[in-house]
């Protein structure tokens, strides 16, 4: 199942086409007036709701969407069932709310359960050990590996510099900047959590 939580920071172009495909979209506070703008109406409103326009909020309540103050939007999202979770909106304003967004990716989750942050070419995920993770972005994708606390036996293939069971230790830029050199790259590792960024050229490549 796929849940949706659309945040309230920059959307990228394509951020909507996320949307198609979701059996559950939640709107976090001001998410909800990007939704109204593109003339989609979320199964669920979430948040303290103050940045969220009165307006968009009353017209959600009168067509019986549910509207719940101060839930955690990444819990509501797995309490449904979601097993596949995308956050939209996670960019933009001030940089601590964009560290934190980036660090919800190292909460532990239930078995089973992908979160996953989108803006346009930018994606961002993390595997947490002992685990592995495929990436999506075609030959040429830029991706980062950055640890969250020391990661053990992180290995690489398909990636243009290759690790091989290394130690990755937080501020290391070994994992910086790599390229996806084959389709379906992979990244293992043995223990800890590393955060994978993608960010994929409209026109394919990063040169």
């Given at each position: 199942?796929?849940?949706?939580?659309?945040?309230g920071?920059?959307?990228?172009?394509?951020?909507?086409?996320?949307?198609?495909d979701a059996?559950?979209?939640?709107?976090?506070d001001?998410?909800a007036?990007?939704?109204?703008?593109?003339?989609?109406?979320?199964?669920?409103?979430?948040?303290?709701l103050?940045?969220?326009d009165?307006?968009?909020?009353?017209?959600l309540?009168?067509?019986a969407?549910?509207?719940?103050?101060?839930?955690?939007?990444?819990?509501?999202?797995?309490?449904?069932?979601?097993?596949?979770?995308?956050?939209?909106?996670?960019q933009?304003?001030?940089?601590?709310?964009?560290?934190?967004?980036?660090?919800?990716?190292?909460a532990?989750?239930?078995a089973?359960?992908?979160?996953?942050?989108?803006?346009g070419?930018?994606?961002a995920?993390?595997?947490h050990?002992?685990?592995?993770?495929t990436?999506d972005?075609?030959?040429?994708?830029?991706?980062?590996?950055?640890?969250?606390?020391?990661?053990?036996g992180?290995?690489?293939?398909g990636?243009?510099?290759?690790?091989?069971?290394?130690?990755?230790e937080?501020?290391?830029?070994r994992?910086?900047?790599?390229l996806?050199?084959?389709p379906?790259a992979t990244?293992?590792?043995?223990s800890?959590?590393?955060?994978?960024?993608?960010?994929?050229?409209?026109?394919?490549?990063t040169g």
């Open positions: 199942m796929k849940a949706v939580i659309v945040a920071g920059e959307h990228a172009s394509g951020d909507e086409r996320e949307l198609a059996d559950l979209v939640i709107a976090a001001s998410g007036n990007w939704l109204d703008a593109i003339g989609v109406r979320p199964h669920r409103l979430i948040g303290d103050d940045s969220a009165a307006g968009v909020v009353e017209r309540r009168a067509n969407i549910p509207v719940d103050v101060h839930p955690v939007d990444k819990e509501a999202a797995v309490d449904s069932g979601a097993d596949d979770i995308v956050i939209l909106g996670w933009g304003g001030a940089v601590d709310h964009l560290a934190a967004n980036l660090l919800l990716l190292a532990p989750l239930r089973g359960t992908m979160l996953c942050l989108r803006a070419v930018t994606v995920r993390a595997v050990g002992p685990g592995r993770l990436i972005g075609p030959p040429g994708t830029r991706v980062s590996l950055l640890p969250i606390g020391p990661v053990d992180v290995t690489t293939q990636l243009h510099w290759a690790l091989e069971d290394d130690h990755l937080p501020g290391s830029t994992g910086l900047a790599n996806v050199e084959s379906e990244v293992w590792v043995d800890g959590r590393l955060l994978v960024i993608e960010i994929t050229e409209e026109h394919g490549g």
